[in-house]
């Protein structure tokens, strides 16, 4: 529609310059014909006013419909996300409480039988039992820690703060030298409980692509406290990777996909040999 306004704006402009060209060859001599000069060119003012008018008002109308398709777009992947979310929580929850409630009572149920095997034989065969002991102690030990961060009811319950330093106490046990949590500020609760579950999920992901593949030795997280935002810093020894060439897997967009789902901002820095470091910046407001 704009195009074709032009099209006759164009139009008629020429024909006005031819016109104006034929009269400009010969002086008007009279009066109607200077009238008539002003006339057309009031004219012609006029209608391109209007014509500009128009296209502004068209182009602003265009982008106001793109902004709108753009917003509902993002608003039902935000949806999506959401729903994927709750549904993962749930599924954690339902693995939490199989942990908990029957891999753990088995496990128990293993430790009270190989006791009794214990007490039955001979002195010099108990030594036997002790490794066997030790081990399935701690195996009982680490499902019930990790029962309690997949339930997103016992970490709002335990806190923030303490739901990370027991996921990095656990993590140190399994493989690395070091496992440090460090707290910059003062405190500042979170106002959505569904948010600083998603936060934590974000940094428990990276906890365990850390595991997976950095071959670190050390761990590090700090909470860095501003009356505006929450800063947090994870970050690895490991053999790191090029940031721009590595393939985007699942649980980076997933981690990408949380922080904006909770208007935080997320940032993954690394580079071959030199460890990872996520940065997330989470506004309190």
Known sequence: MSRQILKFANSFMFYFNFIFVQNTDRIATTAAERYLLVYMIAVLVIITSLVILFFIVFQKR??????????????????????????????????????????????????????????????????????????????????????????????????????????????????????????????IEFSNKKHEIIIFRILQEFLSNSVKYSEAENLSVTLNYTPEDLIITAEDDGIGFDVNTVKKGAGLLNMNSRANLVNASFELISQPNEGVKMVIKYPFD
């Not at 954690?92 to 753990?104: A, T």
Request: net charge neutral; charged share 30%.
């Open 62 to 187: 265009k982008n106001k419909l793109l902004l709108e398709k753009i917003k509902q777009k993002q608003a039902f992947e935000q949806e999506i996300v959401l729903a994927q979310t709750e549904t993962q929580e749930q599924t954690l929850k339902n693995i939490g409480w199989e942990l908990h409630d029957n891999v753990g009572q088995l496990l128990s149920f293993a430790s009270m039988q190989l006791s009794i095997l214990k007490m039955q034989v001979q002195d010099d065969v108990k030594e036997k039992f002790k490794d066997t002991t030790e081990a399935l102690s701690q195996s009982l030990h680490e499902v019930r820690q990790l029962s309690r961060t997949l339930n997103n009811e016992v970490v709002l319950n335990i806190g923030f703060e303490k739901s990370i330093s027991n996921e990095l106490k656990r993590l140190q046990k399994m493989k690395f030298a070091s496992a440090e949590l460090k707290i910059i500020g003062d405190k």
